[in-house]
């Protein structure tokens, strides 16, 4: 496995090893001795989690205070743009963000530890994404930063193609007035 730093500190893209013939590919899609000793952090996933979801669906920027959770996140069939906001007050890239393709193609996965929110677009015509989380969810904990906040100013590539959205994802609040992290 490769593991690629991003612009962020903590926030990483792991490239699984595949190993393939005319048959198909083998890959491990995750390894706790394997991570731990590449990443140096030592997770335990409590919960599994699959989405999925038609082109242009936009999900996010979901987050939990009192119950955070790290997250593995992959996709299985299709293509999302991935998406992770630092919501750390105490961190160097408060506000900041972190966009990667995550298809079936590339097999990468992104890992986003506790105190980020987290959302993505569907760049396919659909696309089944799996994440492992590392606490519960926790439906009355939940909050969500606005995917079109300015104050953030994720690079959607929307091309021309209005998201999708919930009608919570439609309400959430600007970084000025997010509850955040210490």
């Known amino acids: 496995m490769n593991v690629v730093a991003t ?3 903590g926030l990483l893209i792991l490239e699984p090893r595949l190993f393939g013939d005319e048959r198909g590919f083998f ?3 995750f390894n706790a001795r394997t991570f731990a000793d590449l990443t140096g952090l030592q997770v335990s996933f409590v919960q599994d989690n699959h989405s999925r979801s038609q082109r242009g669906v936009l999900r996010g920027l979901h987050y939990q205070l009192n119950q955070p959770q790290g997250k593995l996140v992959r996709v299985a069939s299709g293509r999302v743009f991935d998406v992770a906001v630092d919501l750390r007050r105490s961190s160097p890239s408060f506000g900041r ?3 990667v393709e995550l298809s079936a193609e590339n097999h990468r996965q992104f890992w986003i530890p506790a105190g980020f929110a987290h959302g993505f677009f569907v760049l396919s015509q659909s696309a089944d994404l799996f994440y492992k989380a590392t606490d519960y969810y926790a439906p009355d904990d939940e909050y969500c930063l606005a995917w079109d906040d ?4 994720v690079k959607w590539p929307t091309e021309g193609i209005e998201p999708l959205l919930s009608v919570r994802d439609r309400a959430g609040k600007s970084l000025a007035d ?5």
């Open 97 to 99: 963000w972190v966009g």
């Open 27 to 29: 890959m491990e899609s």
């Open 150 to 153: 300015p104050g953030v100013g």
């Open 178 to 182: 997010a509850r955040t992290f210490s």
């Open 7 to 9: 612009s962020i500190a």
